[in-house]
């Protein structure tokens, strides 16, 4: 298991940056081999860097299953993710809206999410 999958997501109150390339790479080592990191635009942000993963099911209801593990998870732990459920497959995409990049708390959420769904 990751270690930052035993840690806690922190909500961000806004006021700080985001994460900058290295540190981006350094936790997305720590993460299972499905996640990547993609800059998509973003009309408040301009570009944004999005931590993204597409879990397969055998489908639409395992798609469904998963996405509902994972909104439990979000819930419980205060960062919500945008997903995208079609058939067989759950696409998940974390980052933080409120500073238009990725926090430490994206990569927590992500690692919690593979343990949710696998």
């Given at each position: 298991?990751?270690?930052?999958?035993?840690?806690?997501?922190?909500p961000c109150r806004g006021g700080v940056p985001p994460l900058d390339d290295a540190a981006i790479?350094?936790?997305?080592?720590?993460?299972?081999?499905?996640?990547?990191?993609v800059e998509r635009?973003?009309?408040?942000?301009?570009?944004?860097?999005?931590?993204?993963?597409?879990?397969?099911?055998?489908?639409?209801?395992?798609a469904m299953r998963a996405a509902t593990r994972i909104a439990a998870l979000?819930?419980?732990?205060?960062?919500?993710?945008?997903?995208?459920?079609s058939w067989g497959r759950l696409v998940v995409d974390i980052w933080t809206h409120k500073i238009g990049g990725l926090t430490e708390s994206d990569?927590?959420?992500?690692?919690k999410s593979d343990l949710a769904v696998r």
């Open positions: 298991m990751s270690d930052l999958a035993q840690q806690t997501c922190v790479a350094s936790l997305l080592a720590q993460l299972g081999p499905g996640w990547r990191v635009p973003d009309a408040k942000h301009g570009t944004v860097k999005v931590l993204t993963c597409t879990y397969k099911s055998d489908d639409f209801a395992g979000a819930e419980e732990q205060q960062h919500h993710p945008d997903l995208h459920v990569f927590i959420f992500a690692a």
